[in-house]
């Protein structure tokens, strides 16, 4: 372990009432960052809340603060100092410039604002910080769609950041081809091929590209050069990133074999990111620098724009009282029509004594009350209708070689 990775390990444990509990069976002068425990997500983000908060190392006294997904009722907040948030930006914007990005390019930022979220200032920090110096127009994922087209038009914009699903609502504004975009970056969902050639049909003339691959939970995750095929990205010298056995959590160095992202920021000191599952299943192309992005794992679903995960699952069953005594819980993610769906799987010991349809309408109500993020995709027909299906415990997906519950199933990368 390199004496940066360890420097700044002994810095969060000696400062984190969290990580201090957490390792506090590690020996503190000798150890390999495969003795430490990986995070658990429902457990760091129980203790990282606003009032009484374990995880950070001191007083935020400047920076900037994100909502970082979560509940109605539990809120996920992300802290950054002034200097975190200035690196975070300096990285990414290091990455954008392996774009194809030129000096003079006129572009139009459709990520998401306010409300706390993070993506469109930080694309519009990173971008600023570029030394190619290109022109941008802050349009944001909120402006209606034929405003957007208007403004592409008449501004003559040759470049397109946002979502996926942004960028193909507004794709379907143009009634023909449009030439004049060359470049689309798209970040915060993946790219299906048949996102890609409905953007291709209507851009004819633009390079698609992943922007790079960031989260508000973690930080600077991994940026795309000219050597990387679609779904891969390179990682950042300012983190460490892992790839773990989903089963057994040990380190893979094998070159394609798929495990779970395990990443490491050794820039964010106020809220610690060690040994944390970002959430996806990867496979290395090149050991520690280049991996490829294959879907979601068991840290939670992510449909379209929207995440959702087992918290939010049990939240809405708490809403819901004794209507239905369920055991387990599966999400399966797949895809209906171009558009992402969430299949919800409550898995119960007994049927009979229900009514399931009762149930299901009841469960899909308070989900929306939970969740009111996945309602508006829904009703903005950027995402399908959320399925539920209440099973027998013994009918939900194992893994087949360990009988273990898979609690997230991806099908769309199947």
Not at 51 to 67: A, H, M, P, R, Y
Not at 223 to 232: A, H, N, Q
Not at 367 to 387: A, G, H
Request: aromatic share 10%; net charge negative.
């Amino acid at each position: 372990m390199n004496n940066r990775l360890f420097e700044h390990i002994k810095f969060v444990r000696e400062n984190s009432e969290f990580y201090k509990e957490l390792y506090r069976n590690v020996d503190e002068d000798k150890f390999s960052i495969s003795d430490l425990p990986i995070l658990s997500q429902d457990a760091y983000w129980k203790c990282n809340r606003l009032e009484n908060n374990k995880i950070l190392t001191s007083v935020q006294e400047d920076g900037v603060v994100f909502k970082s997904g979560g509940t109605t009722g539990a809120p996920k907040s992300s802290f950054f100092t002034q200097e975190e948030w200035e690196v975070f930006t300096d990285d990414f914007s290091f990455g954008m410039s392996h774009l194809e990005l030129k000096k003079g390019d006129r572009c139009a930022n459709l990520f998401y604002s306010g409300d706390l979220y993070a993506s469109f200032l930080f694309i519009n920090k990173s971008v600023e910080k570029l030394k190619e110096k290109v022109i941008q127009y802050p349009v944001t994922g909120q402006t209606g769609l034929k405003e957007c087209h208007k403004i592409i038009e008449d501004f003559n914009i040759n470049v397109l950041f946002g979502v996926p699903t942004s960028l193909i609502n507004l794709a379907n504004q143009f009634e023909s081809s449009y030439d004049h975009i060359d470049q689309i970056y798209y970040g915060g969902e993946p790219l299906f091929e048949d996102q890609r050639e409905m953007l291709a049909s209507k851009f004819p003339q633009a390079h698609i590209s992943s922007i790079g691959y960031a989260s508000v939970d973690g930080g600077q995750l991994g940026y795309v050069d000219k050597t990387c095929s679609l779904g891969e990205h390179r990682v950042f010298d300012n983190t460490y990133m892992e790839i773990v056995d989903p089963e057994t959590n040990e380190v893979i160095t094998e070159i394609g074999k798929v495990g779970k992202l395990i990443f490491t920021n050794l820039s964010r000191r106020l809220m610690p990111i060690v040994r944390y599952p970002v959430g996806d299943m990867a496979s290395w192309s090149e050991f520690g620098q280049k991996f490829n992005l294959l879907g979601r794992s068991d840290e939670g679903a992510r449909i379209g724009p929207v995440t959702v995960s087992r918290e939010d699952i049990l939240s809405t069953l708490k809403r819901m009282g004794s209507t239905i005594d369920v055991q387990s819980i599966q999400l399966v993610i797949g895809r209906e029509n171009g558009k992402d769906y969430l299949h919800i799987y409550l898995g119960v010991k007994v049927k009979d004594n229900l009514n399931i349809d009762e149930c299901i309408e009841e469960f899909k109500e308070n989900f929306y009350l939970e969740r009111p993020m996945y309602l508006k995709e829904k009703n903005s027909e950027n995402i399908v209708d959320v399925k539920v299906s209440i099973v027998l415990v013994e009918e939900l997906a194992k893994n087949p070689r360990t009988g273990k519950l898979r609690l997230v199933i991806d099908e769309r990368f199947v």
